[in-house]
């Protein structure tokens, strides 16, 4: 018995060492979507195996008890759809075209724009809201680029 115990102690640190493996290789937008639809999966197992056992009345309890959170989770699920780019095409150093193109300006932006663009970005990726410091310091970075030039011409 003390064997079986072993190999399968054995087998389940192999997988949780496959699986961490996969998830510090695998992109960030695919991780949540997998993490999603485990949760996802997990709760309609719960729900079926409720219904099935007759004991639905525990899964509303539990439904009823995560009410708080229900606005913070579909502020996370939103902000997690609006991201239109990713860290990886932000690295590098920060040229003017790509300050351009992280706040959506052309090249006749006035401080009003890019102000407004600003905003209307921060909002969508600020840490608070579920985004990235990484992002929020991108954006930051190059609405203080094209005000500085801006102001130098």
């Given amino acids: 018995m003390v064997l079986f115990y072993l ?10 060492y496959l699986f961490l493996r996969w998830f510090y290789q695998a992109d960030a ?3 949540a979507r997998v993490i999603k639809l485990f949760l996802l999966g997990g709760v309609l197992f719960v ?3 409720s219904l099935l056992t007759g004991r639905i009345a525990f899964f509303l309890i539990g439904a009823v008890a995560l009410l708080p959170f229900y606005p ?10 609006n991201r239109s780019f990713s860290a990886s095409s932000l690295s590098g150093p920060l040229s003017v ?5 992280i ?8 401080r009003e724009d890019i102000v407004k663009a600003h905003k209307k970005l921060i909002r969508k990726i600020h840490p608070d809201q579920g985004g990235s410091d990484y992002l ?8 203080d680029l094209l005000l500085e030039i801006l102001e130098d011409s």
């Fill in 7 to 16: 190999i399968l102690g054995g087998a389940l640190l192999f997988l949780i």
């Fill in 29 to 31: 937008h695919y991780v």
């Fill in 47 to 49: 729900l079926i195996a």
């Fill in 72 to 81: 913070r989770i579909y502020r996370f699920l939103k902000n997690s759809r």
């Fill in 97 to 101: 075209e790509k300050a351009r193109e």
């Fill in 103 to 110: 706040l959506g300006v052309s090249e006749t932006a006035t």
């Fill in 136 to 143: 929020a310091l991108q954006v930051n970075q190059a609405k």
